[in-house]
C-alpha cells in the first residue's frame, strides 16, 4: 500500500480586483479535480470590487481520492502564515503584502509575482515621495523565498496581446511546484470556454518562459522616451555644456518643457540654470558634486510645467494614452470602447487660466468670500464620442495662450523669487541653498494637493528662507532648520507635523537668543 502524503500543498494567489484571480483560482482547482486531487477553495474579498486585494486560498492534496481508501479529508479555509507552499501574486506590492504577512518563507514557500507596478491611494496622495522602493521588494522577495520567479508578466501579457492570469497559470504549470500534467491546465482552459484561443497563448507564453524560451520585455516604465526634432539642439547644447553629472536631469528638464510648452519655454528654462551653474563651477573644491545645479533643475523644470487644466486636457486628448486604454481593456482592432472621465475643477482651477488681467481680481474677490476653496464643478466627459473628445482637444490646443494666463504669470513670479533666493543663500551657505532649492518640492500635484503644498512652501519661504538667505544665522535656523520644516510639512496633508516642527524651531531660537 502507497504511504499517503502528510499534509495538502497550500497556495494562495493574491491579486487586485478586475485581474482575474477568481479565474486564475478556477482553472487550478479544475486542473487538480481533472487528476481526482481532493481540492478545495476559497476566497477572502478586498474592500473594494475593482482595484482592492482579494485572497485566493487554494489546497491540493496530491493523491487521488481512490488512493485514500473512503478516509475523508479535513482542509483550511485561510492561508496561514509560515505554512505555503506557493504564493501567486499580480502585482509587485501585492508580494510586498505577502511578504509583510509571513506567508514566504525561505524553508518552504516557492513566490511567483509579476513585477508591475499598480500604485495605491497611499503612495499617490503622498505629499513627498510616498512611492514604494520597487528594489527593495524584490531584494527581500529573492532573500525571504525559498524559490522567487519574479518578471513583468503585465507588459509581456499586453505586447503579446494575451491577459494576465493566463500568463501567471503558464508560469505556475511550468514551475513544476503542482503534481499536474500540463495538459490538465490546458484542458481547464478549453473547458471554461472563455476567451480559450487568447488563454491558450498566455498560457504558452508564461510556459515558454518557464522552459527558457521567453525574455520579458523591458518595462513600461523603463522605455525611453523620443525626444522631439525642436528639443535636439537644447540637448545637445546641455551634453557639450553641462557636466556628466548633471546632463542626465537637465536634458529631462528640457525633454519635458519642451513638449509641455515648446522649445522657446525649454531655452528659458537654460536660461535661468545657468547662473546656479556658475555657482557650482566657482566650487573649486569640487566637493559638492555639483548638486545645487542638479536640485534646482529638478525642480525648476516641475515648477515650469505645473498642472493646469490645459495640461490636464493635453494629456487625456493624446494618442498615446488611447492606446494605453484600449490595451489595458484588451480591446480588438476595431471594436469600440466607452470611456468616460470624471473631472472636477475647482474654482481657483477654472480661474488660473483667464488673462491675468482678469483672473487676480475674481481669485481676490473669491478669497474674500471664500469661493476659492468650496466651490467644484463635476463634470463627466465622454472621449469616445466626437463632442466629448473635441471639447478636451480643444482646451489642450490652448497652450499657446498659458503664457497669458493668471497662473502662468503667478507662478514665473514665484520661480523668480525662489532662484533669487538659492543664489543669495549660495553666496554665504551652500548647503542652506541646496535645502532651498529642495523647497520646490512641496509645489506639486493638482487641486487641493497643490493648495496644501504651496501653502507650505509659501509660508517656510517667507517666514524662514528669504531672511535665512540675505543674513547669517546659526545652520541651526538655516539649512538643518529649512531641511526639518520641509519634512513635516511633506509628512502629513493636515499640516500638524509642520506646526510642530516650526514651534520647535521658534523655541530653539528664543533659546539660542538667552
Known amino acids: 500500500m502507497n504511504k499517503l502524503p502528510e499534509r495538502p500543498i497550500s ?3 493574491g491579486a487586485l480586483g478586475g485581474e482575474g484571480g477568481g479565474v486564475l483560482t478556477t482553472w487550478v482547482v479544475r486542473a487538480a479535480e481533472m487528476c481526482r486531487y481532493p481540492t478545495q477553495s476559497t476566497s477572502i474579498p478586498g474592500v473594494a470590487q475593482r482595484t482592492g486585494a482579494t485572497n485566493y486560498y487554494v489546497e491540493i492534496f496530491p493523491a487521488p481520492y481512490d488512493a485514500l481508501n473512503g478516509q475523508e479529508l479535513v482542509m483550511g479555509l485561510y492561508p496561514a502564515p509560515g505554512n505555503m507552499d506557493i504564493v501567486v ?5 501585492e508580494a510586498g503584502r505577502m511578504l509583510e504577512n509571513g506567508m514566504v518563507t525561505p524553508d518552504r514557500t516557492t513566490l511567483i509575482a509579476s513585477t508591475h507596478r499598480v500604485y495605491s491611494v497611499v503612495e499617490k496622495s503622498a505629499m513627498g515621495d510616498g512611492l514604494f522602493r520597487s528594489d527593495k521588494l524584490d531584494n527581500a522577495a529573492q532573500k525571504l523565498a525559498k ?7 503585465s507588459t509581456l501579457a499586453e505586447k503579446e496581446g494575451t491577459v494576465l492570469n493566463a500568463i ?44 527558457g524560451e521567453v525574455t520579458p520585455p523591458i518595462s513600461a516604465s523603463k522605455k525611453t522616451r523620443r525626444t522631439s526634432l525642436s528639443a535636439e539642439s537644447l540637448v545637445a547644447n546641455v551634453l557639450a555644456s553641462y557636466p556628466a553629472e548633471t546632463q542626465a536631469i537637465v536634458t529631462e528638464g528640457v525633454k519635458r518643457l519642451v513638449d509641455y510648452q515648446n522649445a522657446s519655454y525649454a531655452k528659458l528654462f537654460l536660461n535661468r540654470l545657468e547662473d546656479i551653474l556658475d555657482i557650482d563651477r566657482n566650487c573649486r573644491d569640487n566637493s559638492n558634486s555639483w548638486i545645487l545645479t542638479s536640485e534646482t533643475a529638478r525642480y525648476l523644470a516641475l515648477m515650469m510645467s505645473y498642472e493646469d487644466i490645459i495640461r490636464v486636457a493635453d494629456l487625456k486628448t493624446r494618442r498615446s494614452r488611447m492606446d494605453r486604454v484600449r490595451a489595458e481593456v484588451l480591446a480588438k482592432p476595431g471594436e469600440p470602447i466607452r470611456l468616460t472621465e470624471f473631472l472636477k475643477p475647482g474654482f481657483d482651477e477654472i480661474t488660473s487660466v483667464m488673462p491675468s488681467w482678469l483672473g487676480r481680481p475674481i481669485m481676490n474677490w473669491a478669497h474674500r468670500n471664500k469661493w476659492a476653496s468650496n466651490y467644484n464643478f463635476a463634470m463627466r466627459v465622454r472621449t469616445n464620442t466626437i463632442y466629448g473628445f473635441l471639447r478636451l482637444w480643444i482646451l489642450s490646443k490652448l497652450r499657446f495662450y498659458r503664457p497669458r494666463t493668471y497662473r502662468f504669470v503667478e507662478e514665473q513670479k514665484a520661480i523668480i523669487t525662489w532662484l533669487e533666493t538659492i543664489k543669495n543663500a549660495a553666496a554665504n551657505d551652500y548647503q542652506l541653498a541646496v535645502e532651498i532649492s529642495k523647497l520646490a518640492n512641496l509645489r506639486k500635484g493638482y487641486s487641493d494637493t497643490h493648495k496644501r503644498g504651496l501653502q507650505n512652501f509659501s509660508r517656510i519661504m517667507e517666514e524662514v528662507a528669504i531672511p535665512c538667505s540675505t543674513t547669517k544665522r546659526n545652520p541651526s535656523f538655516g539649512a538643518e532648520g529649512i531641511a526639518k520644516l520641509r519634512t513635516a510639512a511633506l509628512a502629513d496633508p493636515e499640516g500638524d507635523a509642520l506646526e510642530e516642527a516650526f ?12
Request: no cysteine; glycine share 8%.
Open 168 to 211: 501567471v497559470l503558464g508560469v505556475i504549470a511550468g514551475s513544476r511546484e503542482l503534481p499536474i500534467p500540463i495538459e490538465k491546465f490546458r484542458d481547464s482552459i478549453r473547458e471554461a470556454g472563455v476567451a480559450v484561443e487568447s488563454n491558450i497563448k498566455g498560457f504558452e507564453i508564461g510556459l515558454a518562459y518557464m522552459n
Open 89 to 93: 501574486t499580480s502585482e509587485l506590492m
Open 147 to 153: 524559490r522567487a520567479v519574479l518578471f513583468d508578466m
Open 503 to 514: 514651534k520647535g524651531l521658534k523655541a530653539l531660537s528664543i533659546s539660542a537668543a538667552e
Open 11 to 13: 497556495m494562495v494567489i
